[in-house]
């Protein structure tokens, strides 16, 4: 009865309020579970739930196959976590002041960020660190300047070193580096850096300076690995093919390729896509899919877009890049192999020279997706390489700009949480228009909607008042 009351007492306009209101936070949960997801790459729910609400439920993780994959072989191995992923510099990074700076001076927006900076930071202090245990009293200072996080701070302590020794190679790096706002100046300066270093400081500077972005332009022989072997570690060799492709010596791309892509040295979107792109240009001028389609791919169209399935299997991110289906932004000082990371640093210098090609980027537009059909799914099991990192998008978010949407290898479901509050959004909504529209068949709809859910609530609620009568204490009441 009191139910019945309760229901009866209910306007249409509560109705209308109360399918709004839930519309209304559903939405706004909606709208907030969707940014979380694209922020983080996992839902805020589900990720609560897991985190705080399971362990007070006395939930266990079930540790019997997590983080685990099988390698080639079949074994069962532990995927890499997150520590395991390697960051490498990037060969082909830009300059702080000449470049990076004046992104920041026209757009406002930071193209580095400060994870990237730091390890930056790390590789000068190991860079001009020389092989004794005493330093002078210029390099302490240049030793205090790469730690620095304010880069005036970093070119006031430039100066500082320069005034107690004129011919500290690393202060001129550093303002080569930050200060100077041109190409043109930072040449200069690193002319002079170079001139002034000696020893140890020379072979240290000539790292720095041969794997900045000005002299990738400057390299067109093979003189230069000879001179500076240890320069493989900085993959300097990356720089020579960028040189090389610019000035469209493909001969000598050719010849660089045969050292460095063998099967036992370490890959990278550089090696793997410039082979491709040498084996594409041979075909693709002339190359066409309805042609193709009709009599079959040649042994060298064969060759080429295996190279390309090859490519794309190393790192699925670059051809949205090169296909300019995606927008392109600064390349960040370190990059992750495999990652987005690298895929934007790749295609930053080397889509012109895709261009450049006739029909190659045609080509990679006809065969790139045919590598998922390649690659077993769900990717335990790697083709060519080993299986893709699962640990990629944590990496790339910490070192490219939040600005910039990370690309994700393999592109992630939506979680139920997300799907779930769409659909309650979509009902309510729905609900509240419809008693808007109609507001006294839904308020009839809803009454007798109400009246059979709470109907076992009213058999005890009129059970409890027949026990509170006082005739019902009389039938029990003993003559």
């Known amino acids: 009865k009191f139910a019945s009351v309760f229901l009866n007492t209910l306007t249409p306009k509560f109705y209308v309020a109360l399918t709004g209101t839930s519309s209304l936070i559903s939405g706004l949960i909606l709208i907030f579970e969707w ?4 922020k983080y790459g996992t839902s805020f729910i589900e990720q609560v739930s897991v985190s705080h609400l399971r362990p007070l439920l006395g939930g266990v993780e079930s540790n019997s196959t997590t983080g685990l994959f099988s390698s080639v072989n079949g074994e069962a191995e532990p995927r890499p976590s997150v520590s395991e992923c390697k960051v490498w510099r990037n060969p082909l990074n830009l300059f702080r002041g000449a470049e990076y700076n004046r992104y920041t001076w026209v757009t406002g927006k930071e193209p580095l960020t400060y994870y990237d900076m730091n390890l930056s930071a790390q590789d000068h202090q190991t860079f001009f660190t020389g092989d004794t245990h005493q330093l002078r009293p210029e390099d302490a200072v240049m030793q205090k300047a790469w730690r620095e996080r304010n880069p005036q701070a970093r070119i006031r302590a430039a100066y500082q070193a320069i005034e107690m020794n004129h011919e500290c190679a690393a202060a001129y790096v550093l303002l080569a580096e930050e200060e100077a706002t041109t190409i043109t100046e930072a040449e200069r300066l690193f002319k002079k850096a170079l001139g002034f270093g000696k020893d140890c400081e020379l072979h240290s500077c000539s790292k720095r300076l041969y794997s900045s972005s000005f002299f990738s332009h400057l390299l067109t022989s093979l003189q230069l690995m000879k001179e500076f072997p240890l320069l493989g570690m900085l993959n300097i060799h990356e720089n020579l093919l960028e040189a090389l492709l610019e000035l469209q010596a493909y001969a000598d791309v050719q010849a660089v390729l045969a050292k460095y892509d063998d099967i036992s040295l370490p890959k990278s979107a550089t090696i793997c896509y410039t082979s491709a792109l040498l084996k594409a240009r041979a075909v693709s001028d002339k190359f066409s899919p309805e042609a193709a389609s009709r009599r079959g791919l040649s042994t060298a169209e ?40 690298e895929a934007v640093a790749y295609a930053f ?27 077993p799914y769900p990717l335990e099991k790697g083709h060519l390489f080993y299986p893709y990192p699962g640990c990629t998008e944590t ?6 700009p939040s600005f910039h949407e990370v690309s994700v290898y393999p592109k992630k479901e939506l979680p139920f949480f997300i799907l779930f509050t769409a659909g309650l959004c979509s009902f309510t909504a729905m609900l509240a228009m419809l008693t808007h529209q109609f507001p006294e068949l839904m308020g009839v709809f809803a009454k007798a909607f109400f009246s059979t859910l709470f109907a076992p609530l009213g058999f005890f609620a009129d059970k409890m008042e027949s026990f509170m009568l006082p005739s019902f204490w009389h039938q029990l009441t003993p003559i």
């Open 35 to 38: 940014w979380y997801f694209r």
């Open 302 to 341: 064969m060759n080429a877009v295996e190279a390309i399935h090859r490519a794309v299997e190393f790192n699925p991110h670059v051809p949205k890049y090169l296909l300019e289906m995606k927008s392109l932004i600064l390349p960040p000082e370190h990059i992750l192999k495999r990652g987005d990371s």
């Open 349 to 375: 210098f080397h889509l012109q020279h895709w261009k450049r090609a006739e029909g190659a980027l045609n080509l990679l537009h006809c065969t790139w997706e045919g590598t998922f059909r390649i690659i």
């Open 395 to 400: 990496a790339d978010r910490e070192l490219l």
